[in-house]
């Protein structure tokens, strides 16, 4: 039993790492029906910042934990203003002249830029990123975890519920609803849609930027970090439902706990290939996700 | 017409020119990853061998000319290596390749050079197979050599090891790559032969983060030893993932334990884990530390990222260079003949070559001379000092 808790607990955090990332996709889907396909890069951007950012805060001989926090507005500040550039170079052009596929592949293109701009900086090989927290296990239940696992956790929720909050509460998250719902109305009603669009593109690279420095301490920093996590977080988009903020968290922690319990009482060998098949049994049966609505397109 | 002509002329004297200039220079082909997990392998095996070329241009070059690497990226992947392949041979005209990193790479690759009778180097690649691939009497000959200590040379050490200190539940965990999964099997025989059985095998593929469910099937398993076989960001995640559980257990493994990036990532988890080693950064005789003194000075780095790498690549050049000297020729069958039958004795970084190679024999690294490394204060050192101390600092090829 205790190890079937073990492994749950490496599920979950491996699970809201990918929540996060496809919680990214799904903020710019909401509103313009476009996705960053270069969300993999806005990771590894993110990442590699605030690699950057904390090694000079350690260098003017501040503690790992401080500089890390002193580091997060930092990530923040830059994954917006990368998701902004990526939106006014290859999503605006195409929202605009109504493109089905301009924007596919400009963020593709956008996100190889990206990596090798990053290949350049920071060179092509992994970098330990110093951990703000004592890399010691806990011991919690007789499950040994991580510190940094639980604040993946945490960090990841409090995120989601961050723009939750602002979304609900305040005048300008009821502009982002409102262009979600439906974008023609909300621009009669006098929101700037096409602002609303940018500035959820920047939320989303700023989600993606987060999942990189929650995941950079235990793993490793390195151009090639995103790749494959982009990847896995569009499945879980897929499987969730992408027009779902909670569907994506819920598909996260369903892949993330699949993956870990198939390595334990299956196979290590075949980890993926339960959520692949997840994957397409949602593509049959509920195309729209797990949790999300269907639409008709009315042609 | 006389434009056309004028054209005919300038393409043919463009040729001309570049055949002069291929006359005047020996290329020879460096295949490896430069980017990646296997980067820093790559990265330290190319500059190993540029050294080895700049010290042999320096003093006349071979057959009086200069040797000219033609070094290209092939990233890991076996698809990109074989293009690489192609075009070395093709469009670059090499007479030779050193190079491979990656099992899977040298075996996808290395057919090419075979079909143009061209000579290869492997001086990192381990899996067992790379240099059987073509073995006679099935092919008329076997352009396929070897300067790193293979697979099954490795995996016996291991079992070696995991016997002599008296352990018998041993868990493997390697990679899904050809790396992995070859000396998965090889480590099995290996442990086999010495009456041990491996109470859980485990895999995980290139890229993973969370090595919580091998680790935990191992310890259910009731395993006494990790065994490895993997590269280094992903066996950082595994050695971590060990320590996260509480679990004190010894880790040995495949040489990858020495490599920079499982060092750094592992940190105090990767202390005291255990591998074969053809070379450790030490200056144990003179050749190693005057090659270590020239990788510091050239590169400007204090520790080499993959020292073995980087020595493997340095003895590669200087063996073909000789070879190539004593066919007289860049003809790739007459370099397969001279490295079959090296008259010259040669003084390398990993060990000293005479009649390295024969026909029937294409790998310079015998059993006996890797070493265990172990991880101590973030750098390789001899795992028994006495190893490398006097007379047993040099280990050399058997007659046969």
């Known amino acids: ?299 | 017409m006389l434009i056309k002509k004028g054209i005919l002329a300038v393409a043919l004297s463009a040729l001309l020119g570049s055949t002069a200039y291929a006359q005047q220079t020996i290329k020879i082909g460096l295949s490896g990853p430069m980017t990646g997990g296997s980067a820093a392998m790559g990265v330290s095996m190319r500059d190993g061998a540029k050294l080895a070329a700049a010290e042999i241009n320096k003093a006349g070059g071979v057959l009086g000319k200069q040797i000219q690497l033609v070094e290209r990226d092939d990233e890991a992947k076996n698809e990109l290596g074989v293009q690489i392949a192609q075009e070395l041979i093709n469009k670059e005209n090499v007479i030779a390749t050193v190079g491979f990193i990656n099992t899977g790479v040298s075996l996808a690759a290395q057919r090419f050079y075979q079909e143009a009778e061209i000579p290869v180097m492997n001086n990192v690649a381990t899996g067992t197979l790379v240099t059987k691939q073509f073995m006679q009497p099935e092919h008329k000959a076997n352009y396929i050599f070897r300067n790193s200590a293979n697979d099954s040379i490795q995996s016996a050490m291991v079992a070696d090891a995991v016997k002599k200190a008296g352990f018998s539940k041993p868990a493997i965990i390697a990679d899904s790559t050809n790396y992995g999964q070859l000396g998965k099997a090889d480590l099995e025989k290996a442990l086999a032969a010495l009456g041990i059985k491996p109470v859980a095998v485990e895999k995980f593929n290139i890229g993973d983060t969370d090595m919580t469910a091998q680790a935990l099937r191992a310890k259910d398993a009731g395993a006494d030893v990790v065994l490895t076989y993997a590269i280094g960001p992903e066996l950082a995640q595994t050695v971590n993932s060990v320590v996260k559980l509480g679990w004190k257990v010894p880790v040995m493994g495949s040489w990858t334990l020495s490599m920079a990036s499982f060092i750094d990532a592992a940190g105090a988890n990767g202390e005291g884990v255990l591998m074969p080693q053809t070379f450790i950064q030490t200056p144990s005789t003179p050749k190693r530390k005057a090659f270590i003194d020239a990788y510091q000075a050239a590169y400007k780095v204090d520790r080499i990222p993959s020292p073995v790498s980087a020595a493997q690549g340095y003895d590669s050049v200087l063996l073909l260079a000789a070879a190539i000297e004593q066919a007289k020729s860049t003809d790739g069958k007459k370099i397969r003949e001279a490295l079959e039958n090296l008259d010259k004795k040669l003084e390398g970084v990993v060990t000293n070559y005479d009649h390295p190679f024969s026909a029937t024999d294409h790998e310079a690294i015998t059993a006996n001379i890797p070493v265990l490394g172990t991880v101590k204060g973030g750098r390789v050192v001899p795992a028994n000092p006495a190893d490398l101390e006097g007379a047993n600092a040099l280990r050399v090829k058997p007659k046969s």
């Open chain 1, 1 to 299: 039993m205790q190890n079937f808790f073990q492994i749950l607990v490496s599920g979950i955090s491996v699970g809201m790492i990918y929540g996060v990332i496809a919680f990214g996709y799904q903020l710019t889907f909401s509103t313009s029906k476009t996705l960053n396909f270069g969300q993999g890069e806005a990771l590894t951007l993110g990442a590699l910042v605030g690699l950057t950012a904390v090694n000079f805060l350690i260098g003017v001989s501040l503690g790992n934990l401080w500089a890390y926090l002193i580091a997060l507005p930092v990530v923040f500040a830059f994954g917006m203003l990368q998701g902004t550039v990526v939106e006014w170079l290859g999503v605006r052009q195409a929202i605009r002249t109504k493109s089905e596929a301009g924007w596919i592949m400009a963020t593709i293109a956008l996100g190889i830029i990206f990596k090798n701009m990053a290949e350049h900086i920071w060179g092509k090989d992994p970098i330990k990123f110093p951990s703000p927290v004592s890399e010691n296990p806990l011991t919690i239940f007789g499950v040994n975890v991580r510190l940094m696992e639980i604040i993946i956790v945490l960090g990841a929720l409090a995120m989601m519920l961050g723009v939750e909050l602002f979304n609900r509460r305040s005048i300008y998250g009821k502009a982002v609803v409102a262009t979600a719902n439906d974008r023609d109305a909300a621009g009669l009603m006098g929101i700037n849609t096409s602002q609303v669009i940018t500035f959820s593109y920047g939320l989303s690279s700023l989600s993606a930027a987060l999942a990189g420095v929650l995941i950079a301490p235990i793993t490793l920093t390195g151009a090639n970090m995103g790749a494959a996590l982009g990847l896995k977080a569009f499945a879980v988009a897929i499987i969730g439902g992408l027009s779902s903020g909670l569907g994506v968290v819920v598909g996260g922690l369903i892949l993330g706990i699949t993956e870990s319990l198939t390595g334990f009482y299956f196979d290590t060998g075949y980890k993926d290939v339960p959520g692949l098949i997840l994957l397409l049994l949602v593509l049959s049966f509920k195309p729209a996700g797990l949790f999300g609505k269907t639409a008709i397109k009315k042609v």
